[in-house]
């Protein structure tokens, strides 16, 4: 069975940081990303890496969080610094079998259950 899930999510303080993983299992996956909804929004793109480790971030995030993998563990992970309010949502894994990575969900076919990242004071 081919699946993604997610793990370390947590409840932080704003400025504090987190670390986000995702393993793959089942086959191997070129594009991977991290994608967030927040209640009453729409799942928005905040970052993915390509088969080839190529990166791309949402502005939103640029500067605060980084995504990386460890092709050996099918594991990609994102690091979140700097953490604010505005970051808390639910965080959706995705991955797809193709190597370019995009920004919008219909791009990937496997996602994850999500883990819930809070920021509160």
């Known amino acids: 069975q081919v699946q993604v899930r997610e793990s370390g999510g947590g409840l932080v303080h704003p400025g504090e940081s987190l670390r986000l993983a995702c393993e793959g299992s089942?086959?191997?996956?070129?594009?991977m990303a991290w994608f967030r909804q927040a209640p009453g929004n729409e799942r928005e793109f905040v970052a993915a890496i390509s088969g080839g480790s190529v990166t791309h971030y949402a502005d939103s995030v640029k500067g605060r969080f980084t995504i990386s993998r460890d092709n050996a563990k099918n594991t990609v992970f994102l690091q979140l610094n700097s953490l604010r309010p505005e970051d808390a949502a639910v965080y959706y894994c995705?991955?797809?079998?193709?190597?370019?990575?995009?920004?919008?969900?219909?791009?990937?076919?496997?996602w994850g259950q999500g883990t819930q990242v809070t920021v509160s004071s």
């Open positions: 995705a991955a797809r079998t193709a190597d370019f990575a995009y920004t919008n969900t219909a791009a990937y076919d496997y």
């Open positions: 089942g086959r191997t996956f070129g594009a």
